[in-house]
């Protein structure tokens, strides 16, 4: 069984561009979970799935981030106009309702220039 | 979510076992503890969770006092790649609940 997959691995953009990162969650999960490590900061969650709606938003850092989630199977996370401080590893997770462990990716190694 | 209180850093000879503490006095009855770990830069990785009774699985023991305010994480037979960032989670299980990462204990396992 595939696991969770990101793309891509790394992104280097110039400050004011738009990146957009995709999640697949494992199959048959109905929760989709945003993260993302700063660099020496703890891990912190961004945004929260179920299916496609989001359930919980709230720790995306301001307009400029935009996920998305359309017919509940793979996600993106835009980011438009990229920043400095937008630098970082984003990672996503998935899990299946009703508790039990969430699944991450691999990451998203995203540098701003 | 409680907050846990982990310390900072522990190290282990290689094939003896890790146990991993963490506090988290505030735990509400609902809440349960997870274990995460994180391997250098790579995706943090699930290991193993409970509410009150001990679990095993392939990877690790989890015992949590009968008072549940406290837990320790067991790597029976630690070995180098077992070095990592490991974190204790208290967590509402259900859709609704995300995970709050700590700064977690970074444990080295020695040769």
């Known amino acids: 069984e595939a696991g969770v997959t990101q793309f891509p691995s790394h992104s280097v953009i110039e400050k004011g561009q738009t990146v957009t990162l995709r999640c697949d969650p494992i199959?048959?999960?109905?929760?989709l979970y945003w993260y993302r490590r700063v660099m020496g900061k703890e891990i912190k969650f961004l945004l929260h799935f179920v299916k496609e709606s989001k359930q919980d938003e709230s720790g995306m850092p301001n307009n400029r981030f935009l996920a998305e989630r359309t017919g509940g199977t793979y996600s993106t996370l835009k980011v438009q106009p990229a920043e400095l401080e937008d630098s970082g590893v984003y990672f996503c997770a998935s899990s299946v309702s009703g508790g039990g462990g969430a699944f991450f990716g691999q990451g998203t190694r995203l540098t701003v220039v | 979510d409680a907050k846990t209180t982990q310390p900072p850093s522990m190290d282990c000879a290689e094939g003896r076992a890790a146990n991993l503490p963490c506090n988290h006095s505030t735990i509400s009855g609902n809440e349960y503890v997870y274990w995460y770990r994180q391997i250098h830069s790579q995706g943090p990785q699930y290991i193993i969770h409970?509410?009150?009774n001990n679990e095993t699985n392939e990877m690790a023991s989890l015992i949590i006092t009968e008072d549940r305010k406290s837990s320790t994480l067991i790597l029976p037979h630690a070995t180098l790649r077992d070095t990592a960032v490991y974190y204790c989670i208290v967590r509402v299980t259900g859709a609704n609940s995300k995970l709050t990462f700590g700064k977690g204990i970074t444990l080295s396992v020695r040769p």
């Open positions: 199959s048959g999960h109905d929760n």
């Open positions: 409970g509410l009150k």
